[in-house]
């Protein structure tokens, strides 16, 4: 005898079933995820909810993650152009409403005015600043992009609520 979706009654029932793949599927278009990928690198996109940086580091690391570390041009350029071409970031024309602007793995945590990316506690060897103001911060703070100037860092509060990137190295 046959029940509905399955052949034994007692696996699942059709309402659970149904149940399930309605919340998967408003879970989904809640979360906002967006992943894009290169021949390096994983970039898991959080554009629907702010976190402060230990939030959002915390939310990168639930998804076996870090936050993404700018440490070269090219990863630089492109994760921004991704992030333009879903205009998910700000441009000098465009003005977004809120503005998107995410969080790095990039700050000064450990030592204030030392700089290193989380996950890797390595120094910066490549940076693109927005202005020399940047860095005259005081007390610690984090790397924040996409803020004007084509993926220039700034430095934030880390109590800030921010998008946020996290990343994943490739095997």
């Known amino acids: 005898e046959f029940y509905g979706l399955f ?14 793949l309605l919340y998967g599927f408003i879970f989904a278009f809640k979360t906002n995820i967006h992943v894009h990928l290169t021949d390096r690198d994983e970039f898991i996109i959080f554009n629907n909810a702010t976190k402060t940086w230990k939030e959002a580091l915390e939310s ?47 700050n000064d945590l450990n030592k204030p005015g030392t700089y290193e990316w989380e996950g890797t506690e390595k120094p910066f060897n490549y940076t693109h600043w927005l202005d020399e103001q940047s860095l005259n911060n005081n007390g610690s703070g984090c ?19 921010r998008f946020y990137v996290c990343e994943r190295i490739k095997d």
Request: glycine share 8%; aromatic share 12%; proline share 4%.
């Open 7 to 20: 052949k034994y009654r007692k696996m699942i029932s059709p309402r659970i079933l149904i149940s399930c």
């Open 143 to 161: 790397i924040q992009f996409g803020k004007g100037g084509f993926g220039r860092w700034s430095i934030e509060d880390c109590r800030t609520e």
């Open 60 to 106: 990168c690391r639930n998804h076996t993650a870090h936050l993404v570390s700018l440490e070269s041009q090219r990863k630089l350029i492109d994760l921004h152009m991704f992030l333009f071409s879903k205009d998910f970031i700000e441009s000098e024309l465009i003005s977004a409403d809120p503005p998107y602007i995410y969080w790095s793995g990039g």
